[in-house]
């Protein structure tokens, strides 16, 4: 491009930007599909901040964290269950659904956070686990009791196969058998997690009116949905037919088994629909934990529209490398099926993205490669906490030093979901600044430096990154509503696509290798006629600056977000 045009495309470049503080603060009100333009924000409760002192994450400290939440540019947080529970599984065995367990807070400090988020925009979804209570929840006490309790059938009992021989060859998620005896009733109950976890019996209807009841009490309370934990696990075969068993052996050393009979029974779909119509009665969302590879089986968590809006883990929690191709391979068969995107990079239950796609050398560029991605593609967004500061995993290293009961079973095979549930990292006082007493788990030394204290005054921050990529996809339209158009298919090391709507449209490069490359978008040859853009958000070069399409030199590891300019 001659050098006289560029300077014209510089300037015009300038202006076109958007200025990131006149950026509307938040998505414009759309009362049914809200989710769909909203940033979705993981909080595991005991890890986030801690405001009375005893080294666990609490409400309050959420609450007064609203304000960087909102900085951040999020819609709606996510907090992982904060129900009573005896903490087995961390609060994912839950002993009162209408209640807040003392340690995080009081049902006041509930609403309290409420009001708060209400005041930012902020929406709040709990976390609602379906499949199975706490052994010390009052249902499965009574449930217990006796064989002719009333409440006998809302869990799973059944009579051995023989003396201390379970029903059937079913394992528990966790390890060990999926059945356990209970000694005064002579019978076996099941549970697909711990033992501590019996899962309830969806095909009682009162186990259903109940359950649904529980989700209504939190909506006219003001929640605004739900995540529905390990939803394929609702129903079990009536008549317990063993899983036929695979070849090689599981984490846990046991035989692998193909479990057609325990998991993703066609039942699932009917619950969901019921749950679903409920959250309708106040226009709630459901989010799904619906962990599959298979894009025809997540399309089924949609049902006609009538199942959950945002069924989760699917897209790149399943690719465990930074890879153009599969990512590409992933966007193109969630956009090819017709659905609602949805993108999550990491959670509570995984190893953290800034690990799974780092080459060990650059994971902090990856990290910033895969905010630009999962931030600027068509879909809903899920963050999980201090993704934003490119925290790392902090495994135990001794087993004596293993919280979470399933690397106590699987050490050292299975190392736990510990080293991704660390506290958050605020500032580079004792303990990240999350807490005066000592945390529940340690915190890492690199929090020293990345923390929010810290990463907020560095302008080339992956902080800041989030920063911008949230107010931009607030502000500009492609990036809103856009088509996805995938650019240099046969790539291998940069992932580009357009974004785009009948005014506008916005290129994305990302470049996931460690070397050099050109992209080579061939726009012309897609119909695109702009040759020029302005870089809205860059990592390697000034917004604002121009670009010819035709060839962009990419830096390793450099992300650009470029505005195309109308000829
Ligand atoms: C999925 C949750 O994400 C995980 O943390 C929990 O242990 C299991 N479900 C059991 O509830």
Redesign the pocket.
Known sequence: MKKTLLAALAAACLGALPSLAETPTKAPADPHEWWKHAVFYEIYPRSFADSNGDGIGDLNGITSKLDYIEELGVDAIWI?PCFPSPQV??G??VSDYEQIDPMYGTLADFDRLLAEGRKRGIRVILDF?V??TSDQHQWFLDSKSSRISPKRDWFVWRDGKGEGQPPNNWAS??GGPAWKLDATTGQWYYHN?YPE?PDLNWRNPAVEAAMLDQTRYWYKRGVAGFRL??VDTLYEDPDLKDNPILPGTDNFGRPRQDEIHNKKLPGVHDALKKLRKAADEYGAVLLG?TWTSDILELKKYYGDGDEVQLPMDFMFTMVNKLSAPDFRKQIAAVEGAGVWPVYVIS???IVRAWNRYGDGVHNDDVAKVMAALYLTLRGTPIMYYGEELAMENNDPKRREDVKDPVAQLGWPLEKG?DGERTPMQWDATANGGFSNATPWLPVPATASTKNVAVLSKDPSSILNLYRKLTALRRSNPALREGEYLPLAESDPNVLAYLRRTKQDAVLVALNMSAAPHTLRAGLAAKGVKESGACTLLATHRAAGSSLALDSIALQPFEVVVAELARR
């Open positions: 992982a599984d961390f994912y065995d686990v499949n199975h998620t966790f997690f976890q934990d390990a934990e959670n509570h239950d979901r």
